[in-house]
């Protein structure tokens, strides 16, 4: 018998066989046909070149059928259907496997670029070979002296970390194996699908925009889009196998066969046209049009010169579309689909996605470029003094967990006590948040109250102020609420500190903004030497990590004005508004001073990092002194309600919204998470319980809505 015999490569993808997915089990029953044959490549790997290979050919049965590839079958079946004649299906893949171990080792040696990937690609993995070469040698060279049509490859997840030299290494591997084939064949490859769980890491549309440069240097080459078929971005093996092997089929039965009923190709970016405040995005392949499904078009991002995306408005023109934001008077680039998990709702009327693009060549972090939320980021003010007699402390001669304690012994103020304190009796409380398992609680409270990130006022190592931050990053659920610094309430050392804090930059649970910058407090500024911060710049910028985005807390406009200009710092910010006499009520006294602060630091004509004051309650710190501080009798204001708390957050979240441009950051510092005694909080308490967190979270949820 003669026919057409295709390879069937790749990783789980492609292995996933029709015996796991739904849409095999119901193809079976009708699947047998003596024109369709399967070769199965027994798993194996070697360090040398085989000339031999178990093995031989069977007719597709439904029980053979359920055993082979799902994607090569669907895809077999239609060539058959098509062509009228043999096809011979070669099964030879293995989930989790790169493409280097499909390469020959002196291609990948003799190419420093490639040598340094695979070196990356070196880890442990159990589930699958990970030597350069090792699955060529043993799955592929045994049978290239056999002729093959051409070759269908689902691949690319296990390479998506190191996307920057996909389009290299493939290209390496398909023109050897081309060479040894002796056959220009055909090679058409599928793009990986949406998926999610890379944190905030962008790596997968990173890889998906890699594969398409891909078709552009390997020639006979092309990629089916699938972002359409995905039922569950937290899946890496989307579970719809027949679509992705009949577009697979499609493309081959137009470029290679030469039968071309409709359009085979997913809509391209072509090129672009900035008119006004619109940008006009022409695609290639969609020359009958586009549609657009359930809506106006999804996943479109534009941005000015800043280099800010933000949402867009997205018209359908024929096969051009029309994007726009109305804050962008400017417009300059434009991004779709640019997110791990995109799933647009933009197609040609053919029934093809759209592939993801840019029009801009700028850098892209490896965070994702798009947030999550329609409202700004939520961060707390953390100050951990809560440790009792743990650590030394702000001082050698003195101890801030005990002094706090102290503050908060009289029995009025035990309702303000972390939900972790204990009372001792009516004139003493413990306040010791020092085991894993509060701050686990901590953690939990937090996410679920809708906050994104705490904002941790740095102490050095070891000096028990740290200790929160040290239980915070050993957490099993650091993930689940990000962090980032407030420089200058304690000792940094801007060597071997600042190094430490450089790497974690690069973690994902560091809070970026404004698409990948790690987002700096500094307090109190006054503090914090030009010098200083121009090193801790340097440094990050040559561990290839983005700018820091700086923003110096201050108690003026005036003062946060001069002191940004001192240390190049991006935006202006508050730790708190200090206002308020005699028990005065919390409001309107507290909103109206964060909200005059606001508008205030926004005639400056800087950034803003808005500030929301969540009390300044500081009679405990009137009662029993602490020693670093001294607090006025007359500074302090009544307890707000939790309702007067959540309207005050509203406001700063609506400010945000109304002021995108001077909030450029879209994130919002909260005074504070724990400052029990001085009378700010969100933390539940013994008294309180989780009421404050509770109203708040109310707010987060319409933000993001």
Known sequence: MTGEVWLCGGQSNMEMTNGAIQQGRDEAPGAANPAIRFFYVPKSAAAFPQEDIQGKWVVCTPEEMLKFSAVGYFFGKKLQKQLKRPIGLINSNWGGTGVEVWTPEALINKDSVLVRAAESMSLTNDCCPIKTASLFNAMIHPIVQYNISGVIWYQGETNRFNYDTYPRLLKTMVDEWRRLWQNEFPFYYVQIAPFSNNGTKNYVSLMREAQTRTMKVIPKSGMVVISDLVDDVNNVHPSNKRDVGIRLADYALAET???????????????????????????????????????APTEFFIAGNDKYFVPAKAVIEGNYVVVSNKNIKKPVAVRFGFSNEAMPNLFNREGLPVDLFRTDD???????????????????????????????????VSNAGLQVERSLGPNRYHYRAPFYGKEINKDSVQCRGTTQSIMDQEIAYAKNGGLDYWAFCWYPPHSGLDTARQLYLASAHKNDIKWCVILGTGGFDYTA????????FKEDNYQKVLNGRPLVYVFPAAVTRPSEIARLKQL????????????????????????????????????????????????????????????????????????VTTGHNTLPRIDHPVSWTTVPPDEWVSDGTPEQIAENMNSAVGWVKRNPSAAEANAIIIYSWNEFDEGGWLCPTLGNNASRLNAVKKVFEKRDN
Do not use: C
Not at 497 to 504: F, G, I, R, S
Not at 590 to 601: F, H, L, T, V
């Open 257 to 295: 066969y030469g039968i071309k009923k409709a359009e085979f190709r997913s809509p391209e970016y072509k090129n672009m046209e900035i008119r006004n405040n619109s940008i006009h995005i022409e695609f290639d392949h969609a020359a009958s049009g586009l549609v657009s499904k359930n809506g």
């Open 362 to 396: 700028w850098q892209v972090p490896i965070v994702s470029v798009t947030q999550k939320k329609n409202g700004p980021l939520a961060g707390a003010i953390r100050w951990d003094a809560w440790i009792g007699d743990w650590g030394k402390g702000l001082k050698e």
């Open 497 to 504: 500190d600042a190094a430490w804090l450089v790497e974690q």
């Open 540 to 611: 990050s910028m040559a561990a290839g990590v983005n700018e820091p985005y700086i923003s110096v807390m201050e108690f003026s406009a005036e003062k946060a004005v001069a002191f940004a200009d001192s240390l190049h710092a991006d935006a202006l910010s508050a730790y708190i508004s200090w206002t308020g006499k005699n028990g005065e009520p919390y409001y309107p006294v507290i909103p109206n001073a964060d909200s005059a602060g606001r508008e205030k630091y926004k005639a400056t004509g800087r950034k803003i990092i808005p500030w």
